[in-house]
């Protein structure tokens, strides 16, 4: 259902949300969320054109987070870099087709569940999760 833009999105916002006082680097950044550095420029890109993200030039300059992990949802990211496509129209373009089919109500009703799902799900919240699996960090196997 996430295109793999809204996956390597995810990932940066996660790492950048870890590192929040601090810009981290892109090439920092490519290896830390293990998304390819030739791509992860557009990533950067779209997520500065959002302002979910700030860049800064220089010795010093990176990219860290524009807002608080808690007023960053999922959904927000998404958004930025591959919006969720809802179905409005008939997709086939049929004229007898004055509202969706069956079929294509079914099809929306997922995508509308799953924007709903992201828009209530923060980046706060799921760094603060109690889950031993931390987002983005390999921790030692026991």
Do not use: W
């Not at 259902?1 to 996660?14: C, G, I, P, Q």
């Not at 860049?55 to 919006?83: C, E, F, K, Q, W």
């Not at 109690?130 to 921790?139: A, H, T």
Request: hydrophobic share 40%; aromatic share 4%.
């Amino acid at each position: 259902m996430l295109s793999k833009t809204a996956e390597y999105a995810l990932r940066v916002v996660a790492c950048l949300s870890r590192e929040e006082q601090q810009a981290e680097r892109a090439d920092a950044l490519a290896e830390k969320t293990k998304v390819p550095r030739r791509y992860l420029n557009k990533v950067l890109k779209d997520l500065v054109d959002a302002e979910l993200v700030t860049s800064r030039a220089g010795r010093t300059g990176g990219y860290s987070l524009s807002h608080s992990p808690d007023d960053i949802t999922i959904l927000d990211v998404v958004n930025a870099v591959s919006p969720l496509e809802r179905i409005r129209h008939c997709p086939l373009g049929l004229r007898s087709h004055t509202r969706l089919c069956p079929l294509h109500q079914e099809l929306d009703k997922v995508y509308a569940a799953a924007e709903e799902a992201f828009a209530n799900v923060t980046l706060g919240q799921i760094l603060r999760s109690k889950d031993r699996i931390v987002p983005l960090c390999e921790v030692p196997m026991r």
